[in-house]
């Protein structure tokens, strides 16, 4: 009798131990299965709040690169037909493109027909404005004559005009021709100006500003 008391005892022991083993097993994997989890959402949280930070710093980028300035350029001069032309003319459009360029400078002459074409095509809310460094007033009927013959010979028909002291702060800052400036109606520079003949650029900056009109 007490031996098969012993045996049952020993065989209940043992559907325990077993029974132990099994829930032991579960609890593992199921403690397993949470770590994973909780694992996978910081992992989520993470490239959240980095996707979040590169948009952040995209926006800022986007916001430097349309940096408006703080005084606005105003002028009173003429075009290359002796017309008078004063700063008003910005406020006929959403963004002007100013470009500074001389007779002496082959890249300006060699863009010409390119910014011709493109002025053609620019949307209503959109001008390019030729400003020649190197004609010196009114009276420099040669210049004059020069710039006039290059712009019809490149068919770059758009509005050139004559710079004078209104013009002598920001082409202080200018290094070389072409140098290209963005200004908006208000008559301020936005952004910074191009270097060189670089007409993709120019576009690039034009397209990405109005999308910022759009939005």
């Known amino acids: 009798m007490k ?3 012993l045996v049952l005892a ?3 022991l043992s559907s325990l131990a077993l029974a132990a083993c099994g829930n032991s097993g579960k609890t593992e994997t199921k403690v397993s299965a949470e770590t994973e989890a909780t694992t996978e959402k910081a992992t989520e949280k993470v490239a959240e709040k980095a996707s979040e930070k590169a948009s952040e710093a995209a926006g800022e980028q986007k916001a430097s690169n349309f940096s408006v300035s703080d005084k606005s350029l105003e002028f009173t001069t ?8 004063d700063s008003s003319i910005f406020g006929e459009k959403d963004l002007t493109v100013l470009n500074v360029w001389g007779t002496f400078c082959g890249p300006c002459i060699q863009e010409m027909p390119e910014l011709g074409e493109w002025q053609r095509s620019l949307p209503d809310n959109v001008q390019i404005i030729g400003l020649v460094a190197d004609v010196a ?3 420099d009927a040669d210049h004059i004559e020069l710039a006039n013959t290059i712009l019809d010979k490149t068919n770059a028909h758009f509005t050139n005009i ?3 002291n209104d013009f002598a702060e920001l082409l202080s800052g200018v290094v070389g021709v072409p140098t290209t400036f963005f200004i908006n109606k208000e ?3 936005v952004g910074k100006p191009i ?4 007409v993709p650029k120019y576009k690039a900056f034009v397209e990405e500003y109005l999308k910022t009109l759009a939005s």
């Open 3 to 5: 031996r098969k008391n």
């Open 10 to 12: 020993l065989a209940i």
């Open 78 to 85: 003429e075009n290359l037909a002796l017309e008078s032309v």
């Open 137 to 139: 007033g009114k009276e």
């Open 162 to 164: 004559i710079p004078n």
């Open 187 to 189: 008559g301020k520079i």
């Open 195 to 198: 270097v060189g003949a670089q």
